[in-house]
């Protein structure tokens, strides 16, 4: 939690810079995970590490949760209760809001309607919102492809990225070539995939083509302060060389 931190600028290499916060909302892809849960993580738990020592990450993300029920949970409320002005609400929800439950948004309506509550809520605080495409899932077709498991939802919210004017940074395209380019075996080392007995949290094994081991969490993180680079100048500033 923010905890009436003062803004105090520092010498990082010798530029005068204020600390900056960034908060997250998500799902499991981004969470932080419990410790009889390792070497689970989600990338919001890692990507502390390609942020210079000013930056500071609040991640609010839990597994489960879609657009929706992350705002029906007042989980949204709590963020906007904390974040300022020039802060970044980091945004990427996808999977749950596939599912047939409370949870479930359509692509062109419903899920973009949610969206903007955040994208909306931000700039109401003055704060910059950032969308996230959800990542692929390791769903390999016959010839080493990757299979499309997440509907229409990536490209809905990159329709309404260019429609409300926010950056966006598309793990969906960006995790679809890191896939591929380990293939189909290799890949299994980026998520939680362990035979029976070769984990102490997993002794009967598991077969997870969702869920990011600490390897995997840090590819996409990495991914995340490339696409930084490329699109988010003002934040890359903060970025370690």
Sequence with gaps: ?????????????????????IYIAGDSTVSDCPPNEEPRAGWGQVINQYFKENVIIHNFAIG?????????????????????????L???FGHNDQKQDHRRTEPYSTYQEYLSKYIEGARAKEAIPILVTSMHRRTFDENGKI????????????????????????LWSDSKNLYESLGPEECKNLF??????????????????????????NKIAEIIAKEIKKTIPDLALYLKD
């Excluded at 299979?147 to 598309?170: C, F, H, R, T």
């Excluded at 362990?194 to 077969?207: A, K, L, M, T, V």
């Design 64 to 88: 489960g949760r879609s657009s929706k029920s992350f705002i029906d949970e007042k989980r949204l409320e709590s963020i906007l209760n904390e974040i300022q002005p020039n802060d970044y």
């Design 192 to 217: 939680i995939w362990f035979e029976p007995g070769e984990h102490r949290n997993y002794p009967d094994g598991i077969s997870d083509d969702t869920h990011f081991r600490e390897d995997g969490a």
């Design 147 to 170: 299979m499309n498991s997440l509907g229409e939802y990536p490209e809905a919210m990159v329709a309404l990225a260019k429609e409300k004017q926010v950056s966006i940074i598309d």
């Design 1 to 21: 939690m923010r905890e009436n931190q003062v803004l105090v600028n520092r010498q990082i290499e010798g530029v005068s810079m204020k600390n900056i916060h």
């Design 90 to 92: 980091f945004i990427q």
